[in-house]
């Protein structure tokens, strides 16, 4: 064992590369996508190092495409959701008492092989499984998964260097030890980052952990085990378990050992989660900790000083890249009546060129939607839109699923701020418009803080530093990423940490040193050199 102080590197965001015609890039990525087309698998839970797999296959096809069938994941039950909790408990001990700059060297590693010879496979993943156009998996699956792993061991080390002041004859330190029992951490369909960095966190801090991510990601996992294993992730520390969540939520939350939930995904669910941590609060050895980001109702509200290309540029962006289906999406927007014309005008034409279909062409813009259950949902809303008086259809409204979940982008307009398009989360490329009158920007903007429980993104767009300054006061607390002259999506590790506030989740902000601090749980040492021997004090005399 080593006795000096060793720093981790500098982290710096991965460049994005641009996959452009003819760029080795692109021909490495197309290659990977035809061997991944012709290569079926059939994808094992990882309990303790050991693949597992079972009697229950699950077919997995692409969104965009019925019959591109990729493989099969195996399905497990109520036996691996056990074994996985008993794997992470044995491995605990001796991960925990690892150097943690051994653990920081697995995870950098990690960040290593997917920005090189893991790059392909775990965009190639992303774009079949999960349907993203090549720019949509490059700034997720390789870029910010990459981010996440480099600054949080950045991070770490900033944690650890934390320590409290010590007066005359005595030495405090501060010790982060990670949580007493596993990690629970439950990811969402529709970022591989995310996933990927909700089960590595608790990890990098020295815990060991049960993931159990949702089904349509199912593909990408796969290879983040691989690169977690190839980078030397000893056995039990990460655990996969592809498990229906109430299966493993029913054993998980009734342990003794549970420690803490590290969830993505929406907010009924981890209200019920929650709930249910609650009711059995009397089982646990400690208060688990839980941290959950989790659905939003993302605006962009726009000033009469504001640009209409820029704005109408943003809500295309905003609303429609990766089909609308990210939590920080914008899909309520506020337009002065005096820049209206123009950002309807400029929304018609661009709207228009707009390519929907494979990912593997790569002039379309937008893909499928993930799965039948939200092509079902978000089609509804479409629907019903069509049928409610309150609205007015201004571009798109049209979908198809003869070949795979295809959705055009659709705009909306509404007279009525409260219309349900303007406060439930839909999850897809339906967006809705609402104009108001010049002179009413305030109001609206109190409008904007009121209309929903949610609290994820939102923007504002203004040339005028007033009309900025009165929207970032009124909406202080309406979005825990607020953007001025930006679309409200694709924050950056160690730019912009991500987390909302209110129905949004308990903005532990991830991709940053926050959300590691719920991972330790710091226990005080007091050393003393002069330790008194009498116990009367002098004012006794
Ligand atoms: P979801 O809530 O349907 O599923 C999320 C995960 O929870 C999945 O793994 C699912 O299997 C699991 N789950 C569902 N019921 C469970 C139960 N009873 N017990 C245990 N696990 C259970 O979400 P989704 O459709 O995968 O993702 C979309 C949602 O995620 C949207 O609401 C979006 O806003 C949100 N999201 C939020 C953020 C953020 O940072 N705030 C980021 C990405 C996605």
Redesign the pocket.
């Given at each position: 064992m080593s006795n000096a102080f060793f720093e981790i590197p500098i982290p710096i965001n991965e460049p994005v590369k641009d996959f452009r015609d003819g760029s080795i890039e692109k021909k490495e990525l197309l290659n990977t996508i035809q061997e991944m087309k012709k290569n079926q698998v059939d994808i094992p839970m990882i309990i303790n190092g050991k693949e597992v797999k079972t009697s229950k296959k699950i077919e997995i096809r692409a969104p965009h495409n019925h019959k591109l069938k990729l493989g099969t994941f195996n399905e497990g039950d109520e036996s691996h959701v056990k074994m996985a909790i008993d794997a992470a408990l044995k491995a605990k001990k001796e991960w925990g008492s690892m150097s943690w700059q051994s653990r920081a060297s697995i995870f950098l590693k990690a960040a290593e092989l997917i920005a090189g010879p893991y790059r392909s496979k775990i965009n190639g993943s992303t774009m079949l499984g999960q349907s993203k156009n090549v720019f949509q998996a490059e700034i997720d699956a390789a870029c910010e998964f990459i981010d996440f792993l480099n600054f949080n061991a950045s991070y770490m080390e900033e944690i650890y260097k934390n320590q409290p002041e010590s007066s005359d004859g005595m030495w405090n330190r501060l010790d982060y030890r990670p949580l007493e029992g596993f990690v629970f951490a439950?990811?969402?369909?529709?970022?591989t980052s995310?996933a990927g960095n909700l089960c590595a966190s608790p990890a990098l801090m020295g815990n060991t952990v049960v993931w159990?991510?949702?089904?349509?990601?199912i593909y990408s996992a796969n290879i983040i085990m691989e690169v977690f294993k190839e980078a030397g992730l000893p056995d039990g520390v990460i655990n996969i378990i592809y498990v229906?969540?109430?299966?493993?939520?029913?054993i998980?939350?009734k342990h003794k050992e549970f420690a803490g939930l590290h969830?993505?995904?929406?907010?009924?669910?981890?209200k019920?989660?929650w709930k249910?941590i609650g009711n059995n609060v009397d089982r646990y050895k400690s208060y688990p900790r839980i941290v959950?980001?989790?659905?939003?109702k993302d605006f962009i509200i726009a000033h009469k000083s504001a640009n209409a290309k820029e704005v109408s540029t943003a809500i295309i962006r905003g609303c429609f890249e990766f089909q609308g289906?990210?939590?920080?999406a914008p899909s309520r927007i506020y337009l002065a009546k005096s820049i209206w014309g123009d950002v309807k005008k400029n929304l018609i034409q661009d709207i228009k060129d707009i390519k929907v279909g494979d990912p593997e062409d790569f002039s379309n813009f937008m893909n499928a939607v993930?799965e039948e259950k939200?092509f079902k949902k978000i089609t509804s809303y479409i629907d019903d839109a069509k049928k409610d008086s309150d609205l007015e259809l201004l571009v798109g409204g049209n979908y198809d699923d003869s070949k795979g979940y295809f959705i055009d982008p659709t705009v909306f307009i509404t007279k009525n701020p409260n219309n349900k398009l303007m406060e439930e989360?839909i999850?897809g490329p339906v967006t809705c418009i609402y104009i108001y009158e010049d002179e009413k920007y305030e109001e609206t903007l109190k409008l904007v803080d009121n209309t929903s429980p949610y609290a994820?993104t939102g923007a504002v767009f203004a040339k005028e530093q007033i009309a900025i300054d009165l929207a970032n006061r009124v909406l202080e607390y309406a979005a825990g990423n607020f953007y001025i002259n930006d679309k409200p999506t694709g924050a950056v590790v160690g730019q912009q940490p991500?987390?909302?506030g209110r129905a949004?989740?308990t903005n532990d902000k991830?991709g940053s040193y926050l959300n590691l601090l719920r991972w330790v749980s710091p226990r005080t040492i007091k050393e003393v050199y002069n330790t008194p021997k009498d116990y009367r004090y002098p004012f006794m005399d």
């Open positions: 439950i990811s969402p369909f529709n970022f995310i159990k991510p949702a089904y349509p990601q229906d969540g109430p299966v493993a939520g029913d998980i939350f969830f993505t995904g929406s907010t009924a669910v981890f019920n989660l249910e959950g980001e989790t659905g939003g289906q990210k939590c920080s993930i939200a989360e999850f994820l991500f987390g909302g949004s989740g991830a």
